[in-house]
């Protein structure tokens, strides 16, 4: 008898024309695998028996060979013991498994569609909103299930004959398509307080930036600003106007030609970055890249980058208009700083209309904002920053047996929150910062929409331990019953949602500041836990974070504090701050007062400050002008001199770049002699 394995293997895809099932089987057939495929309405569910091998190769042929313009969004693996024995391949009818929703997220513009909107003689030529059944927007346009253009923000928009036709006939690309449209019958764009709408409205749109002006533009889950990213004038200016001195800018390349010249990208970054859901990737800036302007992401050796995913973006870089536009654009979210994403043009006018010169936006409605997804890799692996557009709402699935309906409301910065029912848990897209009203008040709606569109109504809601949090407050406004969960667990529970895994683990949660189950500000922590709780086996070690709001933004007051705490001794602390350049004598007297005093003081354990201080300390960064930037410049520091060194053991002894780091290093090593 073979040594063989089974697995189960759980497909989410867009469920367009292609049909899934047949393809599945021919590659069962091709690599000798037993087992079957049904269709499960959210996804199609896979049993694959037979030697290892053969079923990883079966598993790759699904995901690198699917059926034509299927979009495969999600593939989840588990392996089965002790599984039944299949003598065949079958392909099992339909069982409508009832609860269980699947709304699919939005879809990147599709080869097909892109091919027909720059063809001349096509219909949809320079369409700004074609879509097919495999592409275009989803989730930020629906009003409810099932999905048809009833419940869509299409149904203003009555089918012309001709899209009628295509969208009955089953032969067509466009059969069920409920968002199908043209330029006779679809929505149009317009720019907000001018007369221009569409060939005129893209086309000064274009215009005002290639001149070097600013742009909003309505996408698919909310409005971008946008300007030429090779022009260090205009970001600079868009800097100026968003208060945004130093924080990164993502960019928008034309193609991925441009992507290639600029910066280094793998096989695997190439996938994701040109597959259906286009997120923003981290990618490392090429040494001899000179298309970005510096401002474009200061002093940092990566550049967020993205592709066109909207016909819309396609057409501001390529048009019939003889205008030539750059190959980078910056598209950072259409917001101010701490709002929630603009979705519609009343909140553009209030809140954006300062910020640039023309407003490009189009009558389609968004029902749901979503952000752009943000990812990064890790020894070639992704890893998810920001789990948004594109991604949101595709659940895990846990094979953890639960049932119930629960409503985990998120945390009070970066907010997203998550429905729960059974064993699939469904993440939405990002919120923002809840310190901001607006944002409380789009948690609110965003939360009554997911609810609807998933048809639960929860028992219970979960939330963070913060006794001022405003998420707390919306959820304890909810009348159900409130579970508080401490926000490092919170964390770690997540990550072990995300990996299907329910036994004990040691959960590793290094973060900025969240509640401690003792008063304090926890941070860097691990945490032996479970489904059922956590036990606090070790900490970054507790400090003194003096210096309320202001401490999180100025790291040189954590590194006084630090410093104070170590030696004890107030006037070994001032000399060793004032050798450091830290701050001045004043300063440092008014720190050590508020630590002896404890005003202003909290005891915390925060890895964000720890790396903010040490920062600080190393005169990489005294101050922050956003969350995570002297950690990050203090990683970047790192990962030079790591490069240096390992230069330095390679030639000859080469020079270190940077020798103040290295001075201030020995200050502390020798004043210090290390606590
Ligand atoms: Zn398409
Ligand atoms: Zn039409």
């Not at 996804?43 to 694959?48: G, H, L, N, R, T």
């Not at 097919?132 to 930020?140: A, D, V, Y």
């Not at 909310?222 to 800097?239: I, M, P, Y």
């Not at 053991?649 to 200050?667: P, Y």
Request: proline content about 5%; overall charge neutral.
């Amino acid at each position: 008898m073979r040594e063989e394995i089974t697995r189960q293997i759980r497909v989410v895809w867009n469920r367009g024309r292609g049909r899934f099932r047949p393809t599945v089987s021919r590659h069962a057939a091709a690599r000798g695998i037993h087992g079957n495929v049904c269709n499960k309405g959210p996804y199609v569910e896979i049993y694959a028996q037979g030697p290892e091998e053969a079923v990883s190769g079966f598993i790759s042929d699904i995901e690198n060979r699917p059926p034509k313009r299927a979009a495969i969004l999600k593939i989840n693996v588990e392996n089965i013991e002790n599984s039944e024995r299949y003598t065949q391949f079958d392909i099992i009818e339909s069982e409508k498994t009832k609860g269980e929703i699947f709304v699919s997220p939005d879809i990147a513009i599709c080869e097909e569609c892109k091919e027909e909107m720059f063809d001349p003689k096509n219909r949809r030529y320079l369409h700004p909103f074609i879509n097919c059944t495999c592409c275009g927007p989803r989730l930020t346009i629906l009003d409810s299930l099932p999905y048809d253009r009833e419940r869509t923000s299409m149904k203003e928009f009555p089918m012309c004959p001709d899209c009628a036709k295509e969208y009955n006939a089953p032969a067509t690309r466009r059969y069920d398509a409920q968002p199908v449209c043209c330029n006779e019958c679809g929505p149009e764009v317009y720019l907000i307080g001018r007369e221009e709408r569409g060939r005129e409205a893209i086309t000064y749109a274009r215009k005002t930036i290639a001149g070097g002006g600013i742009v909003a533009i309505k996408g698919i889950g909310g409005f971008h600003l946008c300007c030429d990213a090779s022009n260090e004038t205009a970001v600079r200016k868009l800097r100026q106007l968003k208060r945004r001195p130093m924080k990164p800018f993502a960019v928008m390349a034309k193609n991925l030609e441009a992507v290639r010249k600029e910066c280094e990208v793998s096989a695997e970054q190439t996938r994701i970055l040109d597959g259906h859901q286009k997120p923003i990737l981290l990618l490392d800036k090429k040494k001899e890249a000179k298309i970005l302007c510096p401002s474009v992401a200061p002093g940092n050796p990566k550049v967020g980058v993205m592709l066109p995913y909207a016909p819309v973006q396609l057409l501001i870089f390529r048009y019939d208009d003889g205008i030539k536009m750059p190959e980078f654009l910056v598209m950072t979210s259409g917001n101010t700083s701490g709002a929630p994403i603009c979705r519609d043009d009343r909140e553009a006018e209030a809140e954006l209309s300062g910020f640039c010169d023309c407003m490009l936006s189009h009558d389609r409605k968004i029902r749901i904002r979503a952000d752009d997804s943000v990812m990064d890799f890790y020894e070639n692996k992704p890893y998810m920053i920001r789990r948004s557009r594109g991604y949101a709402p595709l659940p895990f699935m846990v094979s953890t047996p639960y049932r119930g309906q629960v409503l985990a409301i998120g945390g009070e910065l970066k907010n997203s929150f998550c429905i729960g029912v059974d064993n699939r848990f469904y993440p939405s897209p990002y919120v923002g910062d809840l310190e901001d009203l607006r944002t409380v008040k789009a948690l609110r709606e965003t939360v009554g929409r997911m609810e609807t569109l998933l048809e639960v109504e929860p028992e219970i809601v979960c939330c963070d331990m913060h006794p001022k949090y405003n998420s707390v407050m919306v959820a304890e406004e909810l009348g159900l019953p409130v579970v508080k969960v401490q926000h490092h667990y919170a964390h770690i529970l997540s990550c072990m949602a995300e990996n299907d895994c329910a036994e004990q683990v040691i959960g590793v949660s290094f973060d900025g500041t969240g509640y401690g189950t003792d008063g304090t500000i926890w941070g860097g922590e691990i945490l032996l836990s479970d489904l059922d709780g956590f036990t606090r086996v070790g900490s970054v070690m507790p400090f003194l974070q003096v210096g309320g709001d202001a401490s999180s933004k100025e790291g040189w007051r954590i590194a006084v504090s630090l410093i104070y705490g170590m030696t004890g001794d107030r006037k070994k602390a001032a000399e060793i701050t004032e050798k450091l350049e830290l701050c001045t004598k004043q300063e440092a007297n008014v720190q050590f007062t508020m630590a002896d005093r404890k005003i202003n003081a909290v005891i915390s354990t925060s890895a964000g400050r720890l790396f903010d201080g040490v920062s600080a300390m190393l005169g990489i960064r005294r101050k922050s002008t956003f969350e995570g930037e002297a950690s990050m410049a203090l990683e970047f520091a790192a990962e030079e001199y790591r490069e240096t060194m390992l230069e330095k053991s390679k030639h000859k002894f080469r020079k270190l770049k940077n020798m103040v780091t290295i001075k201030r290093i020995q200050i502390l090593s020798i004043e210090m002699k290390i606590c």
